[in-house]
């Protein structure tokens, strides 16, 4: 990220310097391109300079600053910084330069010299165009930046309004998630994990409870089986979706079975038809663990609106997250949604009055009002990811690949994502499978290329499950994909070169 300074916006209108065509492009660009900014403080001082030492490309100016990005200036001053006691004003450019990580770009020498966050343009000119490929997995700070100003207008409220605990914005946000999923109750709460232990807790699942899942997740949905008492029973997962295997769900129900928890993995909803035919042959409750998959469907439905209890995750990295932990659950049941609600208060039906035992499981307002920002936007993100899902598949498969669905075997296979005909995904991940993975991923990392692995281990294999009984050998899908699975970025951000790279590179 940049921040611009006046005197090279001024250098570039004016062709001051030498600084004029040359320039004027890569300005743009970035502008473009959401990398530069001004601060806002900057502005006033900016438009008085140019409409009295250059009225004759004022216009030309104001056709440039309708692209600019303004970023507010921070609050704080610090008076034992040398800059601060030579230049304010600089200084407030440093302030907010240094609040979104940013390098600004001028030609005053004093700047120059007593900033650490200043480069001279010639910096700037090399650096955008001799730019090393350095790709960025999840982008966090890209979105951040292209709705930073709606994300402070709405923290601000928020910090204005004192009401940080069940303020106003988490009534906003559920009622959204509603509109959004078309469930009748959303219920915001502390993490993915918690909207799991709510939704068992609600359904009164007890010590001994067996419920069944898949061992190729995150350890969050096992753990908080375990957590309220019940028994993890797992069953293999489909070796083309890596969900977990319907065929073999019936085998695992006993007399002490209560639910089953399917795992939308990587984005992508299981088999929802097959699993509440099951569900209601044997009387027993479905909670979807949706921490990946806000957004995806399963026969035109969303996830959210499947199932007894659905749950979702806004953690960071997930395609709707927040600034810090929180969830969801969502359910059509009003018996489960006022209870739930009482829950996550302690089980609190009235003030100081505790029907059940609960949780201390809310979402901060501030929370809440972050993601109801990003909420606004996630109908395009999720189409985003869609399509470079879709040119990742591209990329690979015209170089004959293998794919899961088919597809010519090549010297290096790699399998790629399957998506069933009647799901679509959130693409939390972007997972493929490869051989020698350790080898490709240290290959990527040199060329700038970040990798991740989810899942390296299976849970029937983590030490903290060893009193379930499990060995090796016992889910053996399980285990062969979690030695072959890796991620590559993805987020809405990546270009069709990052992509096209990231495939080469793979495939050298």
């Known amino acids: 990220m940049y921040i611009f300074d006046n005197n090279f916006i001024i250098d570039v209108l004016v062709n001051r310097r030498g600084f004029g065509d040359k320039y004027f492009d890569i300005l743009l660009y970035s502008l473009d391109k959401n990398m530069a900014c001004i601060s806002i403080n900057q502005l006033n001082t900016l438009r008085y300079i140019i409409k009295k030492e250059y009225k004759d490309i004022y216009e030309k100016y104001l056709q440039v600053e309708k692209n600019f990005k303004l970023i507010k200036t921070p609050s704080y001053v610090d008076f034992d910084n040398p800059l601060a006691n030579i230049d304010i004003e600089d200084y407030m450019i440093e302030l907010s330069a240094k609040s979104i990580d940013a390098k600004i770009i001028t030609s005053d020498k004093k700047f120059l010299k007593l900033s650490k966050y200043t480069i001279k343009p010639d910096e700037f000119y090399i650096i955008e165009n001799n ?174 609106n499947l199932g007894d209890i659905s749950t979702t995750s806004f953690f960071p990295a997930k395609p709707l997250g927040c600034f810090g932990d929180g969830g969801a659950v969502f359910t059509n049941s009003e018996e489960l949604a006022t209870k739930i609600k009482q829950l996550r208060v302690h089980g609190q039906d009235k003030r100081y009055h505790h029907k059940y035992i609960g949780i201390g499981g809310r979402m901060d307002t501030i929370q809440c009002a972050i ?119 993805m987020n809405p951000y990546l270009s069709d070169d990052e992509i096209n790279y990231i495939c080469d590179k793979i495939c050298d």
């Open 131 to 304: 730019k090393s490929t350095n790709i960025d997995f999840a982008n966090l700070k890209k979105q951040y930046f292209l709705y930073q100003n709606e994300l402070e207008k709405e923290i601000d409220e928020v910090l204005n309004s004192v009401s940080y605990i069940m303020g106003n914005k988490v009534i906003e946000f559920e009622k959204n998630l509603e509109k959004f999923s078309g469930v009748k109750y959303a219920i915001s709460c502390s993490s993915g994990t918690d909207a799991l232990i709510l939704a068992m807790m609600a359904l009164d699942i007890k010590p001994n409870d067996e419920i069944i899942t898949t061992p190729f997740t995150f350890i969050a949905t096992a753990e908080t089986i375990a957590l309220v008492g019940a028994k993890p029973v797992f069953v293999d997962i489909d070796e083309k979706s890596y969900n977990i295997d319907v065929d073999k769900i019936e085998a695992k129900i006993t007399s002490k079975t209560k639910a089953i928890m399917p795992v939308s993995l990587y984005g992508q909803p299981a088999n929802m038809d097959k699993i509440q035919e099951i569900a209601d042959r044997y009387n027993l409750k479905v909670i979807i663990d949706g921490a990946q998959s806000f957004g995806a469907t399963f026969n035109g439905i969303s996830d959210s």
């Open 371 to 489: 993601v109801d920002v990003k909420l606004k936007y996630y109908k395009r993100d999720l189409t985003l990811r869609q399509e470079v899902a879709s040119k990742y598949n591209n990329a690979f498969g015209s170089k004959a690949l293998v794919l899961q669905n088919g597809g010519v075997k090549a010297p290096l296979p790699i399998i790629l994502p399957f998506i069933d005909s009647r799901a679509t995904s959130a693409f939390a991940q972007y997972s493929i499978r490869v051989q020698n993975r350790d080898d490709i991923q240290a290959k990527l990392k040199a060329q700038g290329i970040p990798t991740a692995v989810h899942y390296p281990m299976p849970l029937h294999l983590q030490e903290c499950f060893e009193y379930l009984g499990y060995k090796k050998g016992d889910f053996p899908i399980s285990e062969m994909v979690s030695s072959e699975i890796m991620s590559l970025p």
